[in-house]
């Protein structure tokens, strides 16, 4: 059996929080958005790679996530070797796993919520596309938040450096 250090474990918890939470905010939204397109498409099939591109939008939330998580991992030592983290990095990696798993829950199942509600628009009035992307891009800056702080707590918890 392999010892890992608990600051390690902890890096993995976190990490885990990361790409869980994220993900499931992902495809929460992804799927309340392709819900939405797969209704578009049956009413004008011509809605069909709009109604992809708003259905893509959510999947953000899980690729920052994922680079938190593997971030984490490489860092910690779980992946590539290394020494194992203090207690307190570890404790830094819960907290930075837990800021983009979070955030990524919300803004992706926010963001489907809106993409969908783009597609419907959409079918009615072809011009309101590039409107619903924007609208639909809004959430996203939560999911950016929490990967900046992710990125500040490996930082200055001294994760990263």
Do not use: E, K, V
């Given at each position: 059996m392999v010892e890992v250090a608990l600051g390690t474990a902890l890096a993995a918890i976190g990490a885990g929080v990361a790409v869980g939470f994220?993900?499931?905010?992902?495809?929460?939204?992804?799927?309340i958005a392709a819900a939405g397109s797969v209704g578009a498409v049956a009413e004008d099939t011509d809605m069909f790679a709009r109604g992809i591109i708003f259905s893509a939008l959510p999947e953000t939330q899980a690729i920052?996530?994922?680079?938190?998580?593997?971030?984490?991992?490489v860092f910690s030592g779980l992946l590539g070797g290394g020494e194992g983290l203090a207690v307190t990095s570890g404790l830094v990696a819960v907290g930075a796993g837990a800021a983009i798993g979070f955030a990524g829950l919300g803004?992706?199942?926010?963001?489907?919520?809106?993409a969908a509600s783009s597609v419907g628009s959409v079918v009615e009035?072809?011009?309101?596309?590039?409107r619903g992307i924007i609208f639909s891009a809004l959430p996203e800056t939560q999911a950016i938040y929490g990967f900046l702080i992710a990125i500040l707590l490996m930082v200055f918890g001294g994760i990263l450096g």
């Open positions: 994220a993900g499931l905010g992902s495809g929460l939204g992804q799927g920052y996530g994922f680079l938190i998580a593997i971030l984490l991992l803004s992706g199942m926010g963001q489907g919520i809106t009035d072809p011009d309101m596309f590039a």
